[in-house]
């Protein structure tokens, strides 16, 4: 416990401690944690204005990001970060709509438009196939025909209904035709950037990142009827390449990540890894860029959480349990970090113990089967940030009525 005590910095060493890194990997072990919402910001903020980073990418849409986006390089028709956010209707909607990323968008957008505001996951297909449409209606009517021909493919299925139909045989996959389409869009590239000068500078990537999401995601859908790490893969995998993409339009600029421990910590150092086959992004990143990356995992004790009890319910202030006795956050509790940054890249930390991960949904009643995952926390991040004590990020639209009484489940268990 000395030792961790001793090795604690403050969260204000975090632009140091990153180092000379070009792919800054920021988590969380919430998807609805004030603090850690909060600290990322600030060093997004010190990344881009010190550092000149030129990329914000996070766990979002890409179409939704992009009218984000617009907004921050002063192409858009909103007047506010507050509507430039309105395309995040999606179930979490606080993970995007709340005020820290209202104040972090404003603050990019005042920047100068030098760094921009990108999704990095792939759920959005109705979405991205819209969005290429649209693109091309704009400069090239016979290419818009064609496109909407390809995508009509997927007329009369919703997404789910699309991946159980070509699962069990009662529909042909659409594969062949989302990739002719991002394949035309990939040929033309050249051409049709040039084709009218009025759209933003970045239209046709913008368009040929949709055409490659949807080719990622007709994919997807198939694959959730295969089994969890099937999927999963192909997720993180989209990300990863998502990534790498953003980096070569941005001219090898910085891109900060914001996004999961579960999508940032190396899944090698998991049991998704390790047990469920499961890689993510923060591996996939090491393994195409090495010592480029430096990945900051966030960790908590106790507190609250803005989290739904369900899939698609509302969102509510929870109550989070004391961490587990065995587990990583119990023993920075135990150790007295309140709130401190911890360099991991010289083995502190290595022991595999329990890590708790809660995503939008929180089940405090099964949290240990729910929430939690041996891991190796030396191995997973270069850096880790704990909080013992932590508030619930507050969304745009409010709580839901409903909140989690205060804590009466045993501690124990």
Same mark, same amino acid.
Request: with cysteine; hydrophobic share 45%; aromatic share 10%.
């Given at each position: 416990m000395a030792?961790?005590?001793?090795?604690?910095?403050?969260?204000? #060493?975090? $632009?140091?401690?990153? =180092?000379?890194?070009?792919?800054?990997?920021?988590?969380?072990?919430?998807? =609805?944690?004030?603090?850690? *919402?909060a600290l990322r910001a600030e060093l997004t903020r010190r990344l881009v204005g010190e550092r000149g980073f030129r990329g914000v990418a996070v766990e979002a849409d890409w179409p939704a990001a992009a009218r984000?986006?617009?907004?921050?390089?002063r192409a858009g028709?909103?007047?506010s970060a507050t509507e430039a956010l309105s395309e995040f209707v999606r179930f979490p909607q606080w993970m995007w709509r709340n005020h820290i990323i209202v104040e972090l968008v404003q603050w990019l957008r005042n920047h100068d438009g030098?760094?921009?505001?990108? =999704?990095?996951d792939l759920y959005s297909l109705r979405e991205s196939m819209s969005a290429v449409v649209k *693109? $091309? #209606?704009?400069?090239?009517? #016979?290419?818009?025909?064609?496109?909407r021909a390809r995508y009509g493919c997927f007329d009369h299925f919703d997404e789910q209904a699309y991946g159980y139909a070509t699962a069990t045989g009662q529909k042909e996959s659409c594969e062949d035709d989302v990739v002719a389409q991002l394949r035309e869009l990939h040929q033309r590239a050249a051409e049709l950037a040039v084709r009218? =000068?009025?759209?933003p500078r970045d239209a046709h990537f913008a368009a040929e990142q949709n055409a490659r999401l949807a080719v990622d995601a007709e994919r997807y859908y198939r694959a959730m009827f295969r089994g969890r790490a099937s999927s999963w893969n192909l997720r993180d995998t989209h990300m990863a390449d998502t990534l790498d993409a953003l980096h070569e339009h941005l001219g090898g600029a910085g891109i900060v990540v914001w996004a999961h421990n579960s999508h940032l910590g190396d899944a090698r150092a998991t049991e998704m890894g390790q047990v469920r086959g499961e890689i993510n992004l923060g591996q996939l990143a090491r393994e195409r860029h090495g010592d480029d990356?430096?990945?900051?995992g966030f960790t908590t004790h106790t507190g609250t959480v803005t989290a739904a009890r369900d899939w698609d319910a509302p969102a509510e202030r929870r109550v989070v349990r004391p961490s587990q006795?065995?587990?990583?956050e119990r023993m920075l509790h135990d150790a007295g970090i309140d709130r401190a940054v911890l360099e991991l890249r010289d083995g502190l930390l290595a022991g595999e113990l329990l890590q708790r991960m809660i995503g939008v949904i929180y089940r405090p009643e099964t949290e240990r089967w729910s929430h939690y995952v041996y891991a190796h926390a030396a191995q997973q991040f270069d850096l880790l940030v704990h909080v013992d004590e932590t508030t619930a990020l507050e969304p745009l639209e409010p709580w839901s009525a409903h909140e989690q009484p205060a804590e009466t489940y045993p501690t124990g268990l």
């Open positions: 030792d961790l005590r001793r090795a604690a910095r403050p969260v204000d #060493d975090l $632009l140091e401690l990153v =180092g000379e890194a070009r792919f800054v990997l920021l988590g969380e072990a919430t998807h =609805g944690t004030h603090e850690f *919402y984000v986006n617009r907004y921050v390089q028709d909103d007047h030098d760094a921009g505001f990108y =999704g990095l *693109y $091309l #209606d704009t400069i090239d009517a #016979d290419a818009a025909a064609r496109a009218d =000068g009025r759209l990356v430096c990945i900051v006795a065995d587990s990583l």
